[in-house]
T-cell receptor
């Protein structure tokens, strides 16, 4: 089945550091990928839609300069949390949308902890 | 606007008992509806989806859900719970015609006791 790889799975870093998270579709091409954020014991909130070759579309309230998204190829989207602070600590999950009328496939998430 | 409501943040069942997780939706257009399962520190796995075909949808791991337009519901059931079913379950609805933006419910944690 369709596999989405997300890396790293866990990252701990100091406040002020920028952190990059990768999302790869391993066996299919995805013109569209999504980035979600999940707080403990809460649901997933869509942060942005990543479109290959164009600018990402951010949801209301999400700072695009804080959460930089790049979708340079049909199999890779990256989320960079710039100058991360403790309030950015969360579980970040990506998903990829296969071509054709197929549902999203999710990565295993990245737990980000900012000290 | 589309939304989903999951009644009950926690559901506890005994192994072998019926599992019923409730989901009600609100949508101004025919919805696409989904159930996902999430195990600790993992992403989401699709259990099943409704895309306007059969109202009774069968998914993986013995789960099924029935779309009831009159009740605006899409409840998830499984006849006999296994210990391995313990996880967080999310109901989701997508906008308009495709699998694009998903709006998730708040989730229901299923606890299975021996």
């Amino acid at each position: 089945g369709a596999v989405v790889s997300q890396h790293p799975s866990w990252v701990i870093c100091k406040s002020g550091t920028s952190v990059k998270i990768e999302c790869r579709s391993l066996d299919f091409q995805a013109t569209t990928m999504f980035w979600y954020r999940q707080f403990p014991k809460q649901s997933l909130m869509l942060m942005a839609t990543s479109n290959e070759g164009s600018k990402a579309t951010y949801e209301q309230g999400v700072e695009k300069d804080k959460f930089l998204i790049n979708h340079a190829s049909l199999t890779l989207s990256t989320l960079t949390v710039t100058s991360a602070h403790p309030e950015d600590s969360s579980f970040y999950i990506c998903s990829a949308l296969p071509q054709g009328n197929q549902p999203q496939h999710f990565g295993d998430g990245t737990r980000l902890s900012i000290l | 606007a589309q939304s989903v409501t999951q009644l009950g943040s926690h559901v506890s069942v005994s192994e072998g008992a019926l599992v019923l997780l409730r989901c009600n939706y609100s949508s101004s257009v025919p919805p696409y509806l989904f159930w996902y399962v999430q195990y600790p520190n993992q992403g989401l796995q699709l259990l099943l989806k409704y895309t306007s075909a059969a109202t009774l949808v069968k998914g993986i791991n013995g789960f099924e859900a029935e779309f009831k337009k009159s009740e605006t519901s899409f409840h998830l059931t499984k006849p006999s719970a296994h210990m391995s079913d313990a996880a967080e379950y999310f109901c989701a609805v997508s906008f308009n015609t495709g699998f694009q933006k998903l709006v998730f419910g708040t989730g229901t944690r299923l606890l299975v006791s021996p």
